[in-house]
């Protein structure tokens, strides 16, 4: 009864290390569907597609346009009025009467062309908050691509190392059916090997989200396409002197 006991004993610990298949993985999807450094989109394009489609822009664009108009209808004159009053007598008789009136009014003490100049500022303004919020959507655009761009490039690497574990995992298991390999050593493989696939459905969901929200920024559709060019490279350009850098600061500050 004890040599039956010891020899269960080992083939129990061989049937818990039998090395492991790997799980039938979902399809991946391939990251050419988020980068296309020929035709994709870069933030100079995604920027000027923002301002040309953004909503609050094209209403900004309105708001000018009906204050230009108001600048047109200061400049007009006030318009002439004619009054008519007619008197009849009932039953008819000698008793009646007609009057008319001619009203001109007269604009003085400059108040037409400070009428003027009241709505010529107030298409100032308007151009004016118009330039700043293009330049806060511009920087949003760039940040958000900027932050799309990341986390695609960063699935990009992350599948990198899915390649090169899965064939590290391959490798592993031949060894293990010829022998010369310990099962246990697949297993381990096999853990690594499902960590960054859980890794990479992590990031790809990422990816989709920040483009989702790059697609509704620059007032694109949800379900068009959208795919990014460019890199980080020589993303920082050197810095002008503080002279300099105050003048033009102090020159296009809205």
Do not use: D, W
């Given at each position: 009864?004890?040599?039956l006991l010891s020899l269960a004993r080992p083939i129990a610990l061989a049937q818990t290390a039998a090395p492991q298949e790997p799980p039938a993985s979902p399809t991946q999807t391939p990251v050419s569907r988020y980068l296309d450094q020929t035709n994709g989109m870069t933030a100079d394009e995604a920027v000027a597609y923002a301002v040309s489609h953004n909503a609050e822009l094209e209403a900004a664009r309105k708001e000018i346009d009906a204050a230009?108009?108001?600048?047109?209808?200061a400049r007009l004159r006030a318009n002439p009025m004619l009054e008519a009053e007619g008197l009849r007598q009932f039953p008819p008789g000698r008793d009646n009467s007609v009057m008319a009136g001619v009203t001109l009014p007269l604009e003085?003490?400059?108040?037409?062309?400070a009428?003027?100049?009241?709505?010529?500022?107030?298409?100032?303004?308007r151009e004016r908050e118009f330039a700043n919020r293009a330049r806060l959507l511009a920087a949003e655009v760039?940040?958000?691509f900027g932050e799309s761009l990341a986390s695609a490039l960063k699935l990009s690497f992350i599948d990198q190392l899915v390649e090169a574990n899965q064939q590290s995992f391959n490798l592993v298991a031949a060894r293990v059916v010829e022998g010369a390999t310990p099962p246990l050593e697949q297993n381990m493989a096999?853990?690594?090997?499902?960590?960054?696939?859980?890794?990479?459905?992590?990031?790809?969901?990422?990816v989709e989200v920040a483009l989702l929200e790059l697609r509704n920024l620059i007032g694109m559709a949800p379900e068009q396409p959208l795919r990014l060019r460019g890199d980080f490279d020589h993303l920082i350009d050197q810095l002008p002197p503080v002279a300099e850098a105050s003048d033009q600061a102090l020159r296009e500050r809205p």
């Open positions: 009864a004890l040599i230009r108009a108001m600048v047109k209808q003085r003490g400059g108040r037409r062309p009428r003027i100049a009241v709505a010529e500022r107030e298409v100032e303004v760039r940040m958000k096999l853990v690594e090997l499902n960590r960054l696939k859980s890794m990479r459905e992590t990031a790809e969901g990422k």
